[in-house]
């Protein structure tokens, strides 16, 4: 169960970086090119989804 919720945490921080891109590139990083914090966002809810779901024999 632990394991679940800390994949549903990467997941709702994925989805959070994804619809905080514009923002962060403009507050954070406003004196270098754009970083894809879309791409970073996918990549969380990737690893959040196979925390989420893989089975309880692989564990």
Do not use: T, W, Y
Request: hydrophobic share 55%.
């Amino acid at each position: 169960m632990k394991e679940q919720l800390k994949g549903i945490a990467a997941i709702l921080f994925g989805i959070l970086l994804c619809s905080a891109e514009e923002g962060l590139n403009s507050i954070v990083l406003h004196n270098f090119s754009d970083f894809p914090f879309s791409l970073l966002g996918l990549l969380f809810g990737g690893i959040g989804l196979f925390l989420v779901f893989r089975s309880s024999a692989e564990r």
